[in-house]
T-cell receptor, first 109, second 115 residues
Framework: DAKTTQPPSMDCAEGRAANLPCNHS???????VYWYRQIHSQGPQYIIH???NNETNEMASLIITEDRKSSTLILPHATLRDTAVYYC??????????FGTGTRLKVLA | EAGVAQSPRYKIIEKRQSVAFWCNPI?????LYWYQQILGQGPKLLIQ????????DSQLPKDRFSAERLKGVDSTLKIQPAKLEDSAVYLC?????????????FGQGTRLTVV
């Protein structure tokens, strides 16, 4: 199963873009990259996923490098409510989601 | 659509007692997951069902943990007997069947404290 590497913590000013990096150098050709976040005392919340192309939805944008070895989640205008732990996951061939330790994002007023 | 429902939200038991958690997935979701999340760590997969069959239970401590998903809908996770190290949040998630291009949705979890 492909593993991911994320920085343990990041700060971002409110209203600015938050760019959360993730390395997944052992990803296989048909494995998707998923992003979830977990706000304190809640279950993980789905954000976005992608295979090769960049993806955008109402919550965020996902930029995947051409070699697919890394990706960046972009929250375009971070708010205090975006303070959470963000998990980058490469979905395994048995379709399970393997979580790492994630990045703790703190949005500062 | 309704989300993944879990109960109870909180449970406190003494060690060596037994406990059960219940999960009702989103309607139509054939795949169901149980995760254990210890404080300060990411969720760890315990067991994965597709319909009522087990896909992966390699991380389930089978000497004390059991899970079932009768009729391919609701699921229960049981611990018997509980140990102090079982204190954690137990998360249930569900997803449609559709390969790797389908997202999973998580419930709020059950926080278990073993004293």
């Amino acid at each position: 199963d492909a593993k991911t590497t994320q920085p343990p913590s990041m700060d971002c000013a409110e209203g600015r873009a938050a760019n959360l990096p993730c390395n997944h150098s052992t990803i296989s050709g048909n494995e998707y990259v998923y992003w979830y976040r977990q706000i304190h005392s809640q279950g993980p919340q789905y954000i976005i996923h992608g295979l090769k192309n960049n993806e955008t939805n109402e919550m965020a944008s996902l930029i995947i490098t051409e070699d697919r070895k890394s990706s960046t989640l972009i929250l375009p205008h971070a708010t205090l409510r975006d303070t959470a732990v963000y998990y980058c996951i490469v979905r395994a061939r048995t379709y399970k989601y393997i979580f790492g330790t994630g990045t703790r994002l703190k949005v500062l007023a | 659509e309704a989300g993944v429902a879990q109960s109870p939200r909180y449970k406190i038991i003494e060690k060596r007692q037994s406990v059960a958690f219940w999960c009702n997935p989103i309607s139509g979701h054939a795949t169901l997951y149980w995760y254990q999340q210890i404080l300060g760590q990411g969720p760890k997969l315990l067991i994965q069902f597709q319909n009522n069959g087990v896909v992966d239970d390699s991380q389930l401590p089978k000497d004390r943990f059991s899970a079932e998903r009768l009729k391919g809908v609701d699921s229960t996770l049981k611990i018997q007997p509980a140990k102090l190290e079982d204190s954690a949040v137990y998360l249930c998630a569900s997803s449609r069947v559709g390969g790797m291009n389908t997202e999973a949705f998580f419930g709020q979890g059950t926080r278990l404290t073993v004293v």
